[in-house]
T-cell receptor
């Protein structure tokens, strides 16, 4: 099956800092989503981004499908940004969403 | 966006009992829903694909007789953990996609945390 690796696995930052989270995948994909899992476990949809760049407030994402990676940018971090960030992909010809390994982000006041 | 609701959020049961978890798409129809399991500090692992009106498709290593899935309508799928044991304790989360969007955006329920004593 498709492999989805995220880096870094853990990230600790001061409030106000910027960060870049990376998602690498091993095969072509039809769909890529970024999620934030809050402390209660709920998955919050951040971006549906199979290709290109999108922005939503302090967050933006870029997917370069031909090079099999996606980046999530968080600017001016806030403590509420803490949690685990997952990317997940749907491989070409499939409809199942495969999750990456996750990045645990901790924002310190 | 679209709303997926899961119930119950928390459940504690005795070993040997069965537990049913419901997953509903509130404002859209979903021919296909997906059930995931997440152990502490790990990623989400797909357990099975739930298909409306037909049998579920299980991932390798997932016991279909242990995790019964029923998708009786276009807005409801249920997962029943039968004869639960402590090793079944986990966070179960469902997801759904709008009918017809085979690779479109997936929306997730709030999750159900199961503790088997």
């Amino acid at each position: 099956g498709i492999q989805v690796e995220q880096s870094p696995p853990d990230l600790i930052l001061q409030e106000g800092a910027n960060s870049t989270l990376r998602c690498n995948f091993s095969d072509s994909v039809n769909n890529l989503q970024w999620f934030h899992q809050n402390p209660w476990g709920q998955l919050i949809n951040l971006f549906y981004i199979p290709s290109g760049t999108k922005q939503n407030g302090r967050l933006s994402a870029t997917t370069v499908a031909t090079e099999r990676y996606s980046l999530l940018y968080i600017s001016s971090s806030q403590t509420t940004d803490s949690g685990v960030y997952f990317c997940a992909v749907v491989r070409g010809g499939n409809e199942k969403l495969t999750f990456g390994t996750g990045t645990r982000l901790t924002i310190i006041p | 966006g679209a709303v997926v609701s899961q119930h119950p959020s928390w459940v504690i049961c005795k070993s040997g009992t069965s537990v049913k978890i419901e997953c509903r798409s509130l404002d859209f129809q979903a021919t296909t829903m997906f059930w995931y399991r997440q152990f502490p500090k790990q990623s989400l692992m797909l357990m099975a694909t739930s298909n409306e009106g037909s049998k579920a498709t299980y991932e390798q290593g997932v016991e279909k007789d242990k995790f019964l899935i029923n998708h009786a309508s276009l807005t409801l799928s249920t997962l029943t953990v039968t004869s639960a044991h402590p090793e079944d304790s986990s966070f179960y989360i469902c997801s759904a996609r709008r009918t017809g969007e085979n690779t479109g955006e997936l929306f997730f329920g709030e999750g159900s945390r199961l503790t088997v004593l």
